[in-house]
């Protein structure tokens, strides 16, 4: 009896030495991921912005049916006839299942550079192949290998907005149409994720007679300044998937930081957090840069959490000393550096590059404040991140890099307009299929449940474009197979 107690007691010891090596495992690629996926030039506060405005996760391509680049003439300003600048659009095409007359199926572009993984993989190119479709996907201009003008100065950036967008991709289809053999009369549907899911709901809205039929996957289709819901519904992902246990380390941890600022102890602060000597304690833009930065590390696991990614955080926080120490920890997990740029001065040096070095970083930001806003703060009390980044460091920003006529007053007057020229929360659109995961921060922006979307059950933000698997729950296969009979639909009518 003895022995066999301590066989039981050797197999749990060792059950649990490899639970712990895989949990380091799973956090080492979490870590990778992040740093793989941004630009160690930036400060960690642009590095975590960009990581949030990457392309969904669609994984690898997996054939070689994806043509070499494709480019596409488009007029610089399709609003004034005036004006005869093109540029070149790049976009992808898979014929792999083509038979001529089949339809269009476009995968739209966001704030990212294109892959050839939107179109090789997924329920979209599945949906392509019963209906022996051709599929496209769309580079955003201003984004990528998309480049309508040599740099991004101010008075170039003044063509990137979503008008513009959605006129690059009428006039995409309608290219396509005239050029493709057998596609004079095929029907489109679009795809897309996040902002791009968005741009799917305002080209039906705009160009209705283009489209047979959309999918918007986490569309934030309200033009929103201060989007403090954001940080509200990471709050809530951590308290599903971490528990009150975590929820209550991540609260306590960031007030003891608040704490500590407030007491004259930002001393401690920066070497237990490594910042650097750009750092300073003095400056309301500094702290709240600091303060922002924690949210948004967070937010990078929550927006596309898979599997036990937050779990695992919350493993790695409660594993710490004390509250502000977990913190501490996790903020020093995103980085590779002797020591952390949180500076605001850093960020601005960043942001007012005008070449393309720094990828979606600038472009993003104009449009932020120019059109939508979304700027995710800690206005509410209902989030577990504190009080110290609020909507001032974005509106300062704004002001700093793009000129002082971008004052919070005139954003307010172009979200107004947005939201007017694209319906905001009411863009009267048919044949379009809404999803959101309940766990998506973007969800609070869209439509919901009383709307007609389809609410996916702990889901977070553009968890459903991948093939119908084992491995979906029992909404996300019933969604996804929902919309693959909307298609059929469309299609045949």
Known sequence: ????????LFLLVLGLAALTVTAKINLAKLRQKFISATKANSTLFVRS???LHREPPFGEATNRYVKDDMWIEQKLDHFNESNTETWQMRYLMNDQYYQEGGPIFIFVGGEWAISAGGITRGHLVDLAAEHKGILYYTEHRYYGKSKPTNDLTIPNLKYLNAKEALADLAHFIKYQRHNTPGLANSKVIM?????????VVWFKRLYPELLAGGFASSAPILAKIDFKEYKEVCGRAILEFGGQKCYDRVEKGVAELE????QGRTAEIKAMMQLCDTFDEN???DLWSLFSTISNLFAAIIQYQQGDDVPIICDYLLEADNDVVAIAKFFLLFV???CIDVSYKGTLAYYIDSTYTGGANRPWFYQTCNEFGWYQTSSSRNQPFGTKFPLTLNNVLC?????????NSKLTAKVAQINLDFGGLTPNVTNVYQTH?????????GHTAADGATILSSESHCSDFNSISKDDSAEVRASKEKLAELVREWLAN
Not at 1 to 8: W, Y
Not at 399 to 407: A, L, M, N
């Open 1 to 8: 009896m003895k022995s066999f107690q301590q066989v039981l």
């Open 49 to 51: 912005l960009d990581y």
């Open 191 to 199: 795809a897309g994720g996040s902002y791009s899911a968005s741009l």
């Open 259 to 262: 704490a500590m600022i407030e």
């Open 283 to 285: 400056n309301d833009l």
């Open 336 to 338: 590779d550096n002797a």
């Open 399 to 407: 002001e700093d890099v793009f000129g002082p006529e971008h004052t």
């Open 437 to 445: 995961g309940s766990l998506d921060p973007w969800s609070a922006l």
